[in-house]
């Protein structure tokens, strides 16, 4: 759920593209852009920091093309 959803503010179609790079992200690399081993730590995860895929060796992203990332850092 994107941060502005969570707060209960005002939302456009940007909160669903951010949905989007969260459920590609875990369907391309099996894992979650944010951490957390309940809802709450999640919830303050996504509130905390701006994920980002980043291809370095040892990432999930490391085998796949810059578009791919691109693709994910512009969605979230």
């Not at 456009?12 to 459920?23: Q, T």
């Not at 730590?41 to 490391?62: F, H, V, Y």
Request: proline share 8%.
């Amino acid at each position: 759920m994107a941060p502005e959803v969570m707060l209960n503010r005002n939302h456009d179609c940007s909160s669903d593209f951010f949905a989007l790079g969260v459920i590609a992200c875990e369907l391309m690399t099996g894992v979650r852009p944010y951490t957390g081993k309940n809802k709450d730590k999640l919830r303050e995860d996504i509130m905390k920091r701006q994920a980002t895929a980043e291809a370095e060796p040892g990432t999930p992203w490391s085998d796949y093309p810059p578009e791919a990332l691109d693709f994910i850092n512009q969605c979230l």
